[in-house]
């Protein structure tokens, strides 16, 4: 229960930190007298219970952002799951006590470091963190906001609405397994079709696909009936281009290839705001957390998390837990 009683926090702290760019079988490091963060006005102070990993840390890690990074060294992470133990003066909506999640970054890319989420306290901006919904574990917490966010955020940027026809490509992954889920419980999608393949086929249909397409058999692009709109998440937008209306929409959210309109790529800002706004279908069970069958790793085996991220493979979240 959230409390005002101030909490015993260490100086010191475990983290996976990197100070060179490559590869995190590499460059990534356990420390355990790593400093814990101060909290400015506007932060929290999260005692971390979970935290879940996305592409964008082998990517950010690998230095392909280095023009807008900011500087190593860092903590990696961004999706956390954990009980706040200290609050910033210009706190409004958070307590000690209260259990959060949220992604930490507000802009991935752009100066995203500070503090990461792959350590044992994070500081955290008030604004990217929401109430954890009671029904889900830290572990399920952690495994959705960066993912959920860019789910949400690609399929609103699309203008996709209640009776339209939607083919996600890539829906087992961390980010399409949401998007299959929303499109079909939450915007009321009149069809959704989605992309893997063979083995997951039927989680696809679990989580509310009408067609599932095997992605080494068939060619979506060939099917005679198109979508209204086309979401992305594992770089076809050209062929996504194919199977969508004349007047629909291609949201791709891989950057690096070229992206030919109607094909436009979305980018996630971090906001506790639409984890808010869907907390109800996630107490509802409308939407729900979709974690890789070998997860969660414990904390000590993140390297091991992370090589099995970058096989490209995984089923939903891949999630870092206990820490
Ligand atoms: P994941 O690592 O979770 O994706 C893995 C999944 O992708 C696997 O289940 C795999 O299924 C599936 N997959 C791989 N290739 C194909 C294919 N050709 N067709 C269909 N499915 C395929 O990644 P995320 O979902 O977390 O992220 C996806 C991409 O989006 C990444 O490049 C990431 O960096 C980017 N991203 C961008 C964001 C933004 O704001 N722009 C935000 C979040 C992510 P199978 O084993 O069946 O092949």
């Known amino acids: 229960m959230a409390t005002s009683t101030p909490v015993r926090i260490p100086s010191k702290m475990k983290a996976w930190v990197y100070g060179q760019y ?19 006005d506007e932060q929290v102070l999260i005692k971390v219970a979970a935290a879940s990993l996305n592409p964008v840390d082998i990517k950010i890690m690998a ?7 900011s500087p190593v060294p860092t903590v990696a992470g961004y999706d956390v799951a954990g ?41 955290v901006e008030e604004k990217v963190v929401a109430l954890k919904p009671k029904n889900l574990s830290f572990a399920e917490a952690a495994s959705l906001p960066l993912a959920v966010e860019t789910a949400y955020g690609g399929l609103e940027r699309a203008g996709f609405s209640a009776g339209q026809s939607i083919l996600v490509l890539g829906g087992a992954g961390g980010v399409g397994s949401l998007v299959v889920q929303l ?8 069809k ?4 893997s393949s063979a083995g997951k086929l039927e989680l696809l249909q679990v989580l509310g696909a009408d067609l599932a397409i095997d992605y080494k058999k068939d060619k979506y692009e060939d099917m005679p009936k198109k979508f209204d709109v086309v979401y992305d998440t594992v770089g076809e937008s050209g062929r996504g281009n194919k199977a969508v209306k004349e007047g629909g929409s291609v949201v791709t959210i891989v ?48 390297i091991e998390a ?18």
């Open 22 to 40: 490559g590869k995190p079988e590499d460059v990534l490091r356990l420390e355990s007298e790593v400093d814990v963060p101060e909290v400015n």
């Open 63 to 69: 230095g392909l952002f280095k023009a807008t990074d």
């Open 83 to 123: 009980v706040v133990v200290k609050v910033g003066s210009k706190v409004k909506e958070f307590n000690v006590g209260d259990e959060v999640y949220g992604d930490i970054h507000e802009h991935a890319l752009n100066n995203p470091k500070g503090s990461g989420s792959l350590s044992e306290y994070a500081a």
């Open 183 to 190: 499109a079909k419980h939450v915007f009321g999608a009149s």
């Open 192 to 195: 959704v079709a989605a992309t």
């Open 255 to 302: 950057g690096g290839t070229p992206v030919v309109p109607p094909a436009f790529v979305f980018e996630v800002t971090s906001t506790g705001t639409v984890l808010n706004r869907l907390k109800p279908f996630i107490e509802e069970e409308k939407l729900k957390p979709v974690i890789d069958p070998k997860s969660p790793f414990p904390f000590s085996h993140t």
């Open 306 to 323: 992370f090589s099995h991220l970058q096989t490209g493979r995984a089923t939903g979240k891949v999630v870092i837990y206990p820490i």
